[in-house]
Structure formats: structure tokens, C-alpha cells
């Protein structure tokens, strides 16, 4: 009976055994096919985000919809996508995110900027999988309130050869870990990313080249429609800080061979906050005028020819020659605060440069128009002073020797003579008003250069006078003098040589034009000194110009013994 009842177990167990594996066959068939169909519908998901990222142009909107894609596909709570630097460092310059509430990353405070796990994968560029981040070596843990995070699934995103960033995902759904299958379709994603990104790169590059191309035409459309040069330099300054997203944009324009003047900053509002930004880079400015060629720094607090000014705020900072047909005439200035370093390493330094090179030309063009305006102006001075003189005054010296000669028919009617006679001191001081009214139209008040302004003005006194005038600048009188002293200092220097010409028969005069925190102008002559009752309104003239400016005018003269005019007035 005992082996009769062993049998016929073994003949049951024989019998349960072909249905125990066709089932773990069939469950095994099933997961097959579960895990085809999760694949079709993986890469039905890859394929919509890739056409999905296809439609953004934008550079930021790719980006978000990378991390969202990411979280999709792998079934992550948590996605982020660090971009890299383009320091030495290799170190994240953004971080953004997927599935954290704006709450949680305000409690979490600073993105990390690629150090421990996070920086590992920088190193080593690889796909990395793990079951726990917290067993991880490298792993730092995790700042207060941030969310729990265990499993881990990171992959580097290229741009052709350049690992553009990192894709990190967290928490796979379920509480599982990431699997083989995570892996293949994120790096997938990762690979379209890639094309995606660089396409979205080269439209932002294409929209930047844009954006310089408009600021340049719209330089030229305001010179043709403006003489006034200042505004253009400052819509110049004004249109590269905005293109190029700067804090700070300045004009440095060659004043004489060892000379620079900022002439006009846009980004007041971060000069009133650190006065030394306004002459950040003036060490620098000067190389890029000297040398031709542009400059890039990447922080001006490193960079010893910054001399240290300017840069508790600033951080990089970008020059660009302004190149015309006689050389460079001065430097765009370019700087960045520390903060927005990113802004400046999306601009490419050509570009400002071309837009510098195309400003520059437009304000020579500008500028010789001005001077061809300027020249007919004086062209009709001077015919004014031609007819004047030639016309005018000899017909008045006619009037006055035929009056002179109708006074000695009338000796024996001393009322009438004394009547002819005041007529002809009155033609004599008419005829002295004209030829000051000539003097002063031949002179060049209009020139916005103060040494030539005044070199001209001791050329025109020296054909009146027979003798030249001496005349001698101390210190930087071309960047000192500004656009508002500049006209009233070659009025005063011009009423000043036509007293000497009209009253001082003098044999020498110097003239002396001083620059340091006072504009001092000084004009003396070995003349007969001024008369008891000589009308001063010229004199006063020059004292109001004076007070205008906040400065003062002192004359000091002796019969006999000379004149001296000592004009003062602050420099800024």
C-alpha cells in the first residue's frame, strides 16, 4: 500500500508541475508585454517632446520644458537641470527646477552651484544611477526644509562636444529606483535636448546680432536728423547698455595725444550708489584708444589696470575701440555687476565692437557736417567783416572828414563847430564799435576746442596789433574745460584782446589759460593802463560771465603801467 500511495503522489506532482510553469511563463509573458507597451508609450512620450521642443525658439522655455519632459518619461517627482559655467571651474551658473513648490525653493535659498554628488557627474560626465543619495561618498545631504530625497538618476546633456548641463532626477514614482530602461530614454531625451538647446542658441544669437544691427541704424537715423552730437553719444551709450543688458555703459573720447574724457555714463542711477564706477576703467579705456584693439576683463577688482576704482560693485567688464579714418578716437565701455556675470558672457565681444565701429563713423559724418555748417557760418562772418569794414567804415570816415572840414568853415560860429564836432566823436566811436563787431565775428566763440579756440583769437589779435601775443596753457585744459565754460571762456578772451587792440597800445600781451580745480583765464598787457573815465561795460561783461559760473573777474591797472584781467571760475 505504501508504494502504491507513493506513486500516485509523484503522478499528481508530475501533473502540478507543467501548470506551475506555464504559469510563471504566462506572468512572465504578461510583464513582457506591460513592459512593451510602457515602452511605446515612453517613446510616444519622447516623441511628442521632442517635436514639443521643437516649437520654442527661446533658450529659457526649452530648458523648462526639458526638466518637465524628464520627470515625465522617467516617472520622477523631482527634476532639475543645472547648466554649466563657462568659467575653469566648471561650476553650475543656473539651476532649474521641476515639482518644488515656489515655497520650498524660497525655503531652500541659493540653488547649490555644482559641488558633492551634484559635481560628480560635472567631473565625470557619465550617466549615474543610485538606489539612496544618502549613501553616496560625495553626497553633502541636504540643506533645511528641503524635501526628502532617496533615489537618483543623473545624465549629462551635450551640446555637440560640449556638456552643456546636467539632468538630475528623484524620487521614482512608487518609491522603487530608476532603472535601466529610465536610463536609455532619459539620455534619449538628453540627445534631442542637445539639438533643441543649440538650435534655441543660435536663435538667440541670431535675435542678439538683430538687436545690434536695429541700435546701429538707429544711430544713424538720429545723426542724420540731429546735429547735437552729445545726445548722439549718449543714445550710443544708452542703446549698448540696453542691448547688451549692462549696468553700466560709458563714452571715452580722445582729447589730445595724452588725454581721455568720459563724456557721457547711462547707469547713473549705479554711479550715484558707488561713485567710483564712474571712472572705472579709465587705465583701461586708454590701452583699447592706444592699442585699437578691444578688451575683455573678467573682474575688474583682478585686473590691475583698473587701478582698484569702481569696483565694489562692478564685475566683468567689456571695451570696444571707436575706430575712425584718423585712428581711434575714444573707447565704448562696457561692465556687468557681479551678480549678472551670466549677461555678460552671452555677448559677444564683436558685436559691440561692430556696433562701436558703425557709431564711430556715423559721428564722424555727424561731426563733419557740423564743421561744414560751422565753416559757412564763419565764411559769412567774415564777408559781413569784409563789408563792414571796406563799405561801411570808409564811408563813415568820409562823413566824419567832411564834417571835420565843415567845422573849420564855421570858426566864426563856435556853436555850430562844437555841434559838427560832437558829430564827429560820435562816427569816431561808431567806427570803434564796428571794428570791435568784426573782431568779435572773426572770432571762433562756436569752437568746441578751447586751445584752438584761443590759438585763433591770438592769430586775429596779432594782424591788429603787429606783434603776437604770447600764450601758454598749464595743466589739462582740453578734458577740464566743459561744454558749458568752454563758450564763455573764449568770449572773455576775445572782449579782453579787443580792449588791448582798441585801448592799451600795449607792445607785448600774454595770455595765460590755467586748468586745475579752477578754469583761471589771465590776460595782461605793458599798455597805458586804463583812463579815469573809461566806460567799463565791456569789463562787466566779463565779471557776469563770471558770476554766471559761480566765479569771479579782477582787474588791476596802473597809468601808464599795464592792465592785467585775471578770470576765474570753478572748473566743474
Not at 538628453?190 to 534655441?200: F, R, S, T, W
Not at 547711462?266 to 590701452?287: H, Q, W
Not at 586775429?460 to 596753457?473: D, S
Request: contains cysteine; charged residues 25%.
Amino acid at each position: 500500500m505504501t508504494s502504491t500511495r507513493g506513486a500516485d503522489e509523484r503522478a499528481d506532482e508530475a501533473a502540478v508541475a507543467p501548470r506551475t510553469g506555464l504559469g510563471s511563463l504566462l506572468r512572465e509573458v504578461l510583464e513582457r508585454v506591460d513592459e512593451v507597451v510602457d515602452d511605446q508609450h515612453r517613446l510616444q512620450l519622447l516623441l511628442d517632446a521632442v517635436v514639443g521642443l521643437a516649437s520654442d525658439l527661446s533658450l529659457d522655455g526649452v530648458l523648462d520644458r526639458i526638466v518637465a519632459v524628464a520627470c515625465d518619461l522617467s516617472g520622477a517627482r523631482y527634476a532639475a537641470l543645472g547648466v554649466l559655467g563657462a568659467q575653469s571651474d566648471r561650476r553650475l551658473q543656473a539651476f532649474i527646477t521641476h515639482g518644488l513648490t515656489e515655497q520650498q525653493r524660497e525655503l531652500i535659498g541659493n540653488p547649490p552651484r555644482g559641488r558633492g554628488l551634484l559635481g560628480k557627474i560635472i567631473d565625470r560626465p557619465q550617466p549615474l544611477r543610485l538606489h539612496d543619495i544618502a549613501e553616496d561618498p560625495t553626497s553633502f545631504g541636504f540643506p533645511p526644509d528641503h524635501p526628502p530625497m532617496r533615489s537618483f538618476l543623473g545624465v549629462p546633456l551635450r551640446v555637440r562636444d560640449r556638456v552643456f548641463g546636467n539632468l538630475y532626477l528623484t524620487e521614482k514614482a512608487g518609491g522603487g529606483d530608476f532603472t535601466e530602461g529610465d536610463e536609455s530614454v532619459v539620455v534619449a531625451l538628453a540627445a534631442a535636448a542637445g539639438v533643441m538647446i543649440e538650435n534655441a542658441q543660435l536663435y538667440e544669437e541670431g535675435s542678439r546680432r538683430e538687436r545690434w544691427l536695429s541700435a546701429t541704424a538707429e544711430i544713424a537715423s538720429l545723426i542724420s536728423s540731429s546735429g547735437d552730437s552729445e545726445a548722439v553719444l549718449q543714445t550710443i551709450a544708452d542703446r549698448a547698455r540696453e542691448v547688451a543688458k549692462a549696468d553700466l555703459a560709458t563714452v571715452v573720447l580722445r582729447r589730445s595725444s595724452d588725454e581721455l574724457e568720459r563724456v557721457v555714463t547711462s547707469g547713473v542711477e549705479l554711479a550715484e550708489r558707488d561713485p567710483g564706477a564712474l571712472v572705472v576703467g579709465a587705465s583701461l579705456a586708454g590701452y583699447v584708444v592706444t592699442t585699437g584693439e578691444a578688451l575683455v576683463v573678467s573682474d575688474l577688482a583682478e585686473d590691475p589696470r583698473s587701478e582698484g576704482r569702481g569696483t565694489r560693485l562692478l564685475g566683468p567688464a567689456m571695451l570696444v575701440p571707436l575706430r575712425q579714418d584718423d585712428g581711434v578716437q575714444g573707447a565704448l565701455c562696457l561692465a556687468w555687476t557681479r551678480e549678472k556675470a551670466p549677461l555678460f558672457q552671452e555677448v559677444d565681444v564683436s558685436l559691440p565692437g561692430q556696433f562701436a565701429e558703425q557709431a564711430a563713423l556715423a559721428l564722424q559724418v555727424a561731426r563733419a557736417r557740423t564743421d561744414q555748417q560751422r565753416l559757412l557760418v564763419f565764411e559769412d562772418r567774415d564777408r559781413i567783416g569784409r563789408d563792414l569794414h571796406d563799405l561801411v567804415i570808409q564811408r563813415l570816415f568820409a562823413v566824419g572828414l567832411s564834417l571835420e572840414n565843415t567845422s573849420r568853415m564855421l570858426a566864426d560860429r563856435p556853436e555850430m563847430a562844437e555841434r559838427v564836432a560832437g558829430a564827429v566823436d560820435d562816427l569816431d566811436s561808431t567806427i570803434k564799435d564796428i571794428r570791435r563787431s568784426i573782431f568779435a565775428l572773426s572770432s571762433a566763440q562756436e569752437s568746441g576746442d578751447v586751445r584752438s579756440a584761443a590759438l585763433d583769437l591770438v592769430e586775429r589779435a596779432e594782424r591788429m596789433l603787429k606783434f603776437r601775443p604770447t600764450l601758454r596753457f598749464v595743466g589739462p585744459v582740453g578734458s577740464t574745460v566743459s561744454a558749458r565754460v568752454a563758450p564763455h571762456l573764449t568770449a572773455v578772451l576775445a572782449e579782453a584782446l579787443s580792449n588791448v587792440v582798441k585801448h592799451a597800445g600795449a607792445r607785448s600781451v600774454d595770455v595765460l589759460i590755467e586748468a586745475a580745480n579752477d578754469i583761471t583765464l589771465t590776460v595782461r598787457d605793458d599798455g597805458r593802463g586804463l583812463p579815469r573815465d573809461a566806460t567799463h561795460s565791456g569789463l562787466a561783461n566779463i565779471a557776469e560771465r563770471a558770476e554766471q559760473l559761480g566765479g569771479d573777474c579782477t582787474v588791476e591797472s596802473t597809468p601808464g603801467g599795464g592792465t592785467e584781467v585775471v578770470w576765474r571760475v570753478p572748473a566743474r
